[in-house]
């Protein structure tokens, strides 16, 4: 007995020595924001250009922040009202992200998402056309986001919206949560080695399992809902993220989107994120949807006055 509790505590000071040597966990926890006016993809108009001059960059953000700017109004009624809110209520960000890339996108160089393969088309196709003939048929033709369920810019992945870009990182042993403003959704990802799921278990945002590479955070995600997509993607969906914190007010967030079945070869984006105070506002969706009410009421009219 006494010769393995001796084994065990060797063993157990070797393992307290290789942490030792290899580094304290990296702290990524802390309140993020994602916001900044640089595209996802590359503009037509840069084509072939993969960063701005300094110069270039400050006419980009005045321009960017002039179109986006909601509070100019066009005299249109109708135009008015759907813009649904003020300028107040938007979270946009004023600048283009640190490098001055002109996407988000680093990977295919061009700076766009690859094209959807045939089947993928197709399917994108038949669920536009379905879309126009049944949207207001019934709660079940609206986007997730009209529904409460969840967001794409939330994700996972997370990228850029229109407001609520923050989320929250919480660090606790074999687990790391991340908490997003947009819809409240959390994700638990355990560290502990274990395998994903089952294939026949799907979920919305997936099921993420992560590990770290050095200093970096990889959470690998498979098991998508098929009534989930991500410009495109299906139930093939294999999303693998990377969390670095590259200074004390930065962390650098990049995914790979590898869906064979979706896109004709893979995609990468990386989006510097910057520390805020926050708080985490809470996204009671569901607490004042009148639109989906609204919405289908206004479709049961126009069913009446057979004018769908």
Partial sequence: MIRALGLATGLAAMAWAAMAASGPTPDLEGIWSNATITPMER???????????TEEAAAYEKQAVDRNNVDHRTGNAEADVATAYNQFW????????????????????????????????????EKRAWMAEHATDGPEGRSLGERCIMWTTAGPPMVPGPYNNNFQILQAGDHVVILNEMIHDARVIPLDGSPHVESGIRGWMGDSRGHWEGKTLVVDTTNFSDKYSFRGSDRNLHLVERFTRVSPDTLLYEFTVDDPTAFTKPWTVQI???K????????????????????LAGARAADKKGSK
């Fill in 43 to 53: 503009p037509s108009d840069l084509a072939g250009k993969q960063t701005l001059t």
């Fill in 90 to 125: 938007y979270d946009r960000g004023t600048k283009v992200v640190g490098s001055r890339r002109t996407s988000l996108i680093v990977d295919p160089p061009d700076g766009r998402i690859p094209a959807l393969t045939p089947e993928a088309q197709k399917r994108f196709d």
């Fill in 272 to 274: 510097p994120v910057t």
């Fill in 276 to 295: 805020t105070k926050g708080p985490i506002f809470e996204y009671a969706c569901h607490e004042g949807n009148y639109a989906m009410t609204d919405i």
